[in-house]
Each structure stands twice: as structure tokens, then as C-alpha cells.
């Protein structure tokens, strides 16, 4: 099936009128609106059991997301090669085992390749849950262990006083993301973590796809040109994560069928939309994911659909130009995104002072996802209202937010461990 959504001139015209247009953050200024429901069809008929969600609205709704909003990605070559090439079995005081993993995404040397990091605790018995998440600035940034490799690919820089020189990692840049990735804390909770660079898989920047998997994988390589409906970058990301998903049920030591995905910020759309995609992932976790991720784009609170596609033009579909500055239009809204991660447990998590992403709005699409859940017997966050600050809520979906800014935090962490052991200890 097919829409005919045309207009995308018109589309890329009111984008750049929209560049001048103010964000709201008043409560008092977020327009009426009605959300699509998730349990109605496109023929109008009602879903009224697992079965029809399954068979037929779950369908729908995918087919909708890739079509208008994150594209359409190739299939997977199936398990990537993957070539051990580092291992350090008493890594951090001989409490972890640290394995350096190179995936070649397409079967060649010559192709591109996504190198996981992974820390597996000394102390567990049998294989390990793990954590898998991609990070913005390389393997080597999440921890200040000397053993990780620097990242190869290429790495954005941050100004003057960047540890990034010409685009590329430094022995400066080690652990500079490390608050964002407790990895002692984890290892610790009986869990492992995987890591990898988002940049192995595209360069996040308008052309970067020409150094990155869209390139290798379209026939036309560089001068590809690519269909409205095609994949962007969040896709292609996403795409990576289940690349690694497959190494890793392959690997002895990790229990893959226990990966929780995680991922922040733009890497929380991408983890929403590969778990959306791939239901092998046991539990999905947003983290301030704002707009195209958690939260409604029909409140236009906030980052809004237009200031993506005018900022990020690449990360989104062709299509998706098109509902800049007219979200209702939209055939989707993003709690069905959230309602396509059930039955499975899902976290979504925001911050205070991140109104950037609306944390309101993330809350709201997270409890427009309970009657998906209810069809399985699930309760979701269980409460009527947004939550108080540093008060989490929630069952088969957890909810959070937290003092603070747009990041993620150690008490971001103590509660999806929490929501681990709770649904992957059971």
C-alpha cells in the first residue's frame, strides 16, 4: 500500500518560513488537538484483539512510520562477519572482561564497519544481560580505560578547546563521556554494556551519508539519489543496532535475548524506532528524546517538526518535509511509535529544565500507548497524571523525570537498572 502524499515543494517552502518561528513553552499556547488512535485501522475498523493488532494495525502503523517519518531501510545481510580484536579478561581491577568487537556490515573488509565495545562483570554466572546503546563520540569517550581503541571514523568538533582535532579522536577525548556511562555501576548490577560510535554508521551532517552505510548500500553509491521514502540517518543508525543485536546473540558470553536497548537525545529516537522495528530488543528505554521521538508533535511544544527538518535534514525521510508547520497532518503521532515497542517494557524518561524536548509531551505519548498494552494484559504507567519531579512511576511502562538538563544522569541509570531487574531478573 501506498499514500500519495504530494506537496513537498510546498513542504520545503514552509520549512524555511518556518525558520523565524518562535518555540512555546507555555502550557496555555499548546493548540487542540486529537491523536490518532492507535487501535483504529485505516479501513476504520476496530482492533479488539493481540491478533488483529498483530496481523493487521501493527502492520499499518510500521508501515506508516517508515513511509512519512524515518524511511525505509534495506534488509540486514544477515550476522555480520565479526572479527574479535581486542580482549582484556581483567579489565578494571579484574572486575570486567573488555571485548572489542568489529562487525563488517556488508560482508567486506572494504565495507563499512561498526566496532562494538563490550564489559561483561567478572562475577556473573552464565551469559549476561546487557545494555546496548550507541554514544555520540566514540568507544573510547564512555570510558577512561586505555584499552579502548580510539575511534577511526569521523568525530564532530566541539569548538576551540575541542579534544576533536581535525575531525578526528585524540588520547584527550578519553572518558569524556564517561558520566553518561556508569559503567562500574552497571557491570556492578550484574550487567553488561555495548557500545558503539554512531559515526561508524554515518557521520551525523547533511552529507555525512556519504561515508556512511546509505553510501555503501545504494547501487548508485555516492551519487545516490534518494526516494522520499527511503532511510535517513535515525534509520540508518537504527539499522546498526540491529546489526549489533545479531552479532550479539551469537556470542556465548551475552544473553541475547535479554538486550535492553538504551539511547539519549537524537540516539533515543533512534533507539525507539530500531526497537519499533526489531522486536528481538527486550526493553526499549528513551532518554529526553523529545520531538520525532517520545513526545506528541501535535502539542508544537518546544523542538517542533519543522526545526528538525530545518536543522537535522537528513535524519528523517523525504517525506516528513512536508508536515513542517502542519503536524496534524500528520498520519501518525509519536505514542503509536511507543505503542509498537508492546508487549514488551518500555522507559521513557525526561528532564526539567529540558523543555526543548517536553517532557509533558513525552509523559502524554507514553500513557497514549496504555491501550496497546492493555490488550496483552499489561498495565502501562498507571497513573492518571505527570508524576512529580524525581518520582518514577509505572509498570510495563516506566516513566521519569528528573531534576535537571537535558542529559543522561547516574539517577537516570539507577532507575532503568531497577527497571531491568524488575522485567529481565524475572
Known amino acids: 500500500m501506498r499514500l500519495a502524499w504530494g506537496g513537498l515543494l510546498a513542504a520545503l517552502a514552509a520549512t524555511t518560513r518556518a525558520q523565524v518561528a518562535e518555540p512555546n513553552y507555555d502550557e496555555a499556547r499548546v493548540p487542540a488537538y486529537t491523536l490518532p488512535d492507535p487501535l483504529v485501522c485505516a479501513d476504520g475498523s476496530r482492533v479488539s484483539s493481540r491478533r488483529l493488532w498483530e496481523k493487521k494495525r501493527r502492520p499499518e502503523l510500521l508501515w506508516l512510520f517508515e513511509d512519512q ?3 525505509r531501510a534495506p534488509a540486514r545481510p544477515g550476522h555480520p562477519m565479526a572479527e574479535v ?4 579478561t581483567q579489565a578494571l581491577g579484574g572486575r570486567a572482561t573488555r571485548k572489542e568487537v568489529t562487525l563488517w ?7 563499512p564497519r561498526l566496532n562494538l565495545l563490550l564489559y561483561l562483570p567478572n562475577h556473573a554466572r552464565g551469559r549476561v544481560p546487557v545494555f546496548l546503546g550507541l554514544n555520540f ?8 580505560d586505555p584499552g579502548i581503541r580510539l575511534a577511526e571514523s569521523w568525530v564532530a568538533g566541539g569548538g576551540p578547546s575541542s579534544c576533536v582535532v581535525s575531525n578526528r579522536a585524540t588520547e584527550a577525548c578519553r572518558g569524556a563521556a564517561a558520566s553518561r556511562w556508569p559503567v562500574e555501576l552497571i557491570l556492578a548490577r550484574g550487567y553488561g554494556l555495548v557500545t558503539a560510535y554512531y559515526g561508524d554508521l554515518e557521520p551525523d551532517f547533511p552529507e555525512g551519508w556519504r561515508l556512511g552505510v546509505r553510501s555503501a548500500l545504494h547501487p548508485r553509491g555516492t551519487q545516490a539519489v534518494f526516494a522520499p521514502e527511503e532511510w535517513g540517518a535515525i534509520s540508518a543508525w537504527a539499522w546498526g543496532l540491529s546489526c549489533a543485536l545479531d552479532y550479539l546473540q551469537t556470542d556465548r558470553a551475552v544473553d541475547g535475548k535479554r538486550v535492553a536497548l538504551i539511547g539519549h537525545s537524537r ?6 524506532w530500531a526497537g519499533a522495528r526489531d522486536q528481538r530488543f527486550a526493553i526499549v528505554i528513551s532518554n529526553n528524546s523529545g520531538e520525532g521521538g517520545a513526545a506528541l508533535a501535535r502539542r508544537r511544544f518546544g523542538e517542533r ?4 527538518n530545518r536543522r537535522f535534514p537528513h535524519w528523517f525521510c523525504g517525506n516528513f518535509k512536508q508536515y513542517s508547520e502542519r503536524e496534524d497532518a500528520l498520519p501518525v503521532d509519536q505514542h503509536e511509535l511507543l505503542a509498537l515497542i508492546a508487549p514488551r517494557p518500555l522507559y521513557v524518561a525526561s528532564a526539567e529544565e529540558d523543555l526543548w524536548a517536553d517532557p509533558r509531551g513525552e509523559f502524554l505519548a507514553a500513557k497514549a500507548a496504555e491501550p496497546v498494552y492493555r490488550l496483552y494484559g499489561q498495565r502501562g504507567v498507571g497513573v ?11 509498570d510495563r511502562v516506566g516513566y521519569h523525570v528528573r531534576t535537571g538538563r537535558h542529559d543522561v544522569t547516574t539517577y537516570d ?6 527497571f531491568a531487574d524488575r522485567h529481565l531478573k524475572r
Not at 556490515?105 to 565495507?111: I, M, N
Not at 540516539?267 to 525507539?272: C, E, F, S
Not at 541509570?413 to 531497577?418: G, I, M, R, S
Open 137 to 144: 563520540g566514540g568507544n573510547h569517550t564512555v570510558h577512561p
Open 384 to 394: 492518571a497524571d505527570m508524576p512529580p519531579v524525581n518520582q518514577p512511576v509505572g
Open 85 to 88: 580484536t581486542s580482549l582484556e
Open 105 to 111: 556490515l556488508t560482508g567486506a573488509r572494504q565495507g
Open 69 to 71: 517519518v524515518y524511511g
Open 305 to 308: 517538526t519543522a526545526d528538525l
Open 413 to 418: 541509570w539507577e532507575q532503568y537498572l531497577k
Open 267 to 272: 540516539l533515543g529516537k533512534t533507539a525507539l
